[in-house]
């Protein structure tokens, strides 16, 4: 059994890793590592102006958005992923690498997963601070930018980062519309042997443990490095407020 | 492709008839799962509060595990893996019981029990220790007060993340496609592939999905509302 | 615009005129008239839910009104303006809150020196040098690296008042500024005020310090169940309250 999955590994790490590349598209753990970083990436700026939309007090403004974060707390992701599949390819007019489809899925779903946890985040510092910017005279998004925005913002940290490891397990449903990553490897690992598939998704699943396991324990230390932080110079509504958000983003 | 016709589905016997028969299974899926997820919760959660030491750590293993490893990773693992490693007398058997459907609760259960047993415990541990001391000092023993001060009170405080979390096992139970599952994904896809109506038939899908999360979500908000009247009045 | 709200087009810094305010059916505010001169401290006092806090909110429109009119140095603060108007009015009235509302994710230096920069403009060097200036004023030199969570409160709102005073207003409004203190630390926040008053601030002040509106406030204005029952210098209200409600308010605060 061991001396399998030894075997295998040997056979086929640079596949698992880099998918075919360089003869093919890069895929692998690389492509898993750079879609899931790209998705965060683009999410949390789209996160925040969906955020200010929802708080916005302009209705047209208001209401498709909050339409959309019930849509993607509502409906499974591989909806989501069916409905890109479908129709960036008629609003770009070409042919998308399924990368692409998969890249916008997530970040239109993490944006608005992230955005609920901006608004919390704002929403917890309560009223006196917007008051306190406006009183001072600045404008509402003056006060935004330099009040409210970097508190929210920096309560958010641990929320970004198990944000990060929930959408590294999200891009395996990528399988479905054939993104080359790391799932997508160990399935084309398992089309060739054809006589091991517990051994090679044994090795899949290892793998994706010590990525997230690592990830969330980094992501651990810097939660408790900021709620000490935030314990000198915060009262601790806000710590109350981040254990809410948590509870909004973790999802399996 | 024609113009916009939801008709073209509703109308249709033959597709109608495919979407019950998707949303049957997923409702068997959710509710096995479900129901499975939550039986192990209480077992891990009192592993967890037991005084063997040996205990917790498996436990925490099992969370860690379940936790950290994909859903669909779990679920391929257990259907292309564990299946094949099985006495043919038993892959036999659960071939002819709906294999795909067995394994979808199988796997989503034991994932999302990971999830239920740590949404009670830290429901729990948010109960002042004063709770327990206050009903010791009335003449309750352990069990008395676990049973009316601690465990009411920390059940209320896990409802909002179980609640949560019994939304992402529903929208997870779509997941159940990839192993072959017929859920009611499953069903979109055929129909899509049948009547080439792809927006018409995907708006119907996810009008349903969206109507049975928010059910859920509903459901949810009513038994905080219940468990808690002073708080959800005010609310 | 920003000369002409420096400019005494009138002789009152703030003048109330029929300002009536509600929520749904409960009327918090009725037909309120008032003025304060310039240099003029006054004291609002009264029960509380007597409608205090809100008045001193809508002056500078952190609350809106149903009808009537407030204007500041003859600006009409609550007529249609654009916000980049109001903004720039709000800059030129000072406000101080009950729970200080200090910025926590700024130092001490930088929640005074942060508005000054990015509000008016003013260069960042100069205006830290200015906080700095402030700071000593407060008496809280010492304190411009802290952040507010290191703070006691009467120190935070020594602080939430250089604040205040760096955007150089004309006047300021106290919003029970030591309502949220432990007893030991009122005295030090009222000292400030205190000082503030001796250099010719004019202050509208919502507070419960008796003590205060009898040795500082030129006037007093006595307010219950939303409107202003009784206008007064210190000495007349203390010793010879005119209106019921007055008397048995200061009887009950002498028990």
């Known amino acids: 059994m061991i001396t399998d999955l030894i075997a295998i590994i040997r056979d086929y ?5 880099i998918g075919q590349y360089p003869n093919g598209p890069l895929g692998g753990l690389a492509n898993t590592l750079i879609l899931s970083a790209l998705s965060i990436a683009l999410a949390f700026p789209v996160s925040i102006l969906l ?51 998969m890249l916008t899925t997530l970040v239109v779903y993490q944006g608005a997963f992230l955005s609920e946890v901006v608004r919390a985040g704002i929403v917890s510092l309560g009223h006196g601070q917007m008051d306190a910017a406006r009183a001072l005279g600045h404008s509402y ?55 091991q598939p517990f051994q090679v998704f044994l090795i899949l ?42 509870m909004i983003t973790e999802q399996p | 492709m024609n113009g916009f016709d939801l008709s073209a589905i509703l109308s249709n016997p033959e597709f109608v008839s495919m979407l019950f028969h998707g949303i049957e299974a997923t409702f068997i899926i959710y509710v096995g799962s479900w129901s499975l997820a939550m039986s192990l919760a209480i077992l891990l959660l009192g592993i967890r509060f037991s005084p063997l030491p040996v205990g917790n750590s498996l436990v925490a293993a099992y969370v860690s595990y379940h936790r950290n490893v994909p859903t669909l990773v779990q679920l391929m693992l257990w259907y292309f893996g564990i299946f094949t490693l099985m006495p043919d007398w038993l892959t036999g058997w659960l071939a002819s019981h709906n294999a795909e459907v067995i394994f979808a609760i ?15 415990r830290s429901g729990l541990r948010a109960v002042s220790p004063g709770q327990m001391e206050a009903a010791k000092a009335l003449g309750h023993g352990y069990v008395s007060a676990m049973r009316f001060v601690v465990m009411p009170q920390g059940v209320r405080n896990a409802l909002p993340p179980l609640v949560n979390h019994s939304v992402s096992l529903f929208k997870n139970s779509s997941l159940a496609l990839v192993i072959g599952a017929p859920e009611l994904t499953h069903a979109i896809k055929e129909i899509e592939n049948l009547s080439f109506r792809t927006f018409e038939i995907y708006l119907v899908g996810t009008l349903i999905y969206l109507f049975i999360s928010l059910l859920i979500m509903a459901g949810g908000a009513y038994l905080s509302m219940r468990a808690n009247p002073a708080v959800g009045g005010h609310a | ?79 249609p303006m654009r916000t980049k108007e109001l903004n720039l009015l709000r800059s030129r009235i000072g406000f101080v809150f009950q729970n200080f509302n200090l910025f926590p994710h700024l130092s001490v230096l930088d929640n005074i020196a942060m508005s000054p920069i990015r509000v008016k403009g003013v260069p960042a060097a100069e205006a830290r040098a200015k906080a700095v200036k402030l700071l000593e004023r407060v008496g809280l030199a010492d304190k411009q690296n802290a952040y507010p969570g290191q703070l006691s409160g009467g120190q935070q709102q020594r602080v939430a008042i250089a604040r205040a005073l760096a955007m150089e207003p004309p006047v300021m409004l106290f919003d ?10 009122v005295g030090e926040v009222l000292s400030v005020m205190k000082s503030l008053a001796s250099e010719g601030m004019t202050m509208l002040c919502v507070t419960h310090e008796m003590g205060f509106a009898r040795d500082v406030a030129d006037r007093i204005w006595f307010i219950d169940a939303g409107q202003i029952l009784e206008t007064a210098t210190p000495d007349e209200f203390f010793k010879n309250p005119q209106h019921p409600r007055a008397q048995r308010f200061l009887a009950d605060l002498r028990h």
């Not at chain 1, 955020?51 to 499974?76: D, Q």
């Not at chain 2, 199988?106 to 009670?120: H, M």
């Not at chain 3, 300002?19 to 310039?38: F, H, N, P, T």
């Open chain 1, 13 to 17: 790490w640079l596949l698992l890793l």
């Open chain 1, 51 to 101: 955020a200010l939309a929802r708080l916005s007090k302009w209705t047209p403004l208001r209401w498709p958005v909050t339409m959309l974060v019930y849509v993607t707390r509502g409906v499974p992701l591989l909806m989501l992923i069916l409905w890109c599949y479908f129709v960036v390819p008629l609003v770009t007019g070409t042919d998308v690498p399924s990368f692409v489809i």
């Open chain 1, 141 to 195: 998004l003056g006060a935004m930018r330099f009040v409210i925005l970097p508190q929210a913002l920096y309560n958010m940290i641990p929320s970004i980062l198990s944000t990060f490891v929930s959408t590294i397990k999200d891009t395996t449903l990528g399988y479905v519309i054939n993104v080359p990553d790391l799932t997508f490897a160990a399935s084309q690992v398992n089309n060739q042997l054809l006589t």
């Open chain 1, 205 to 246: 699943a290892l793998v994706y443990y010590a990525l997230c396991w690592s990830l969330t324990h980094v992501a651990n230390r810097i939660e408790r490095r900021i709620a000490r932080r935030r314990a000198g110079t915060v009262s601790a509504t806000i710590s109350e407020t981040a254990q809410a958000t948590k």
């Open chain 2, 106 to 120: 199988i796997g989503l259960g034991l994932c999302q029990a990971a999830y239920f047993s740590e949404d009670l």
């Open chain 3, 1 to 79: 615009m920003s000369t002409s709200a420096n400019e005494p087009r009138d002789p009152q810094a703030i003048r109330i005129s029929n300002v009536c305010k509600s929520y749904g059916q409960y009327k918090v505010l009725k037909d309120i008239s008032a003025e304060v001169s310039r240099g003029e401290v006054v004291v609002i006092c009264g029960p509380s839910g007597s409608g205090k806090s809100t008045l001193i909110r809508t002056v500078n429109r952190l609350e809106e009104i149903n009808s009537g009119s407030i204007s500041f140095n003859g600006h009409d603060i609550h007529a």
């Open chain 3, 176 to 185: 029970e500024p030591t309502s949220a203190l432990d007893p030991e630390m």
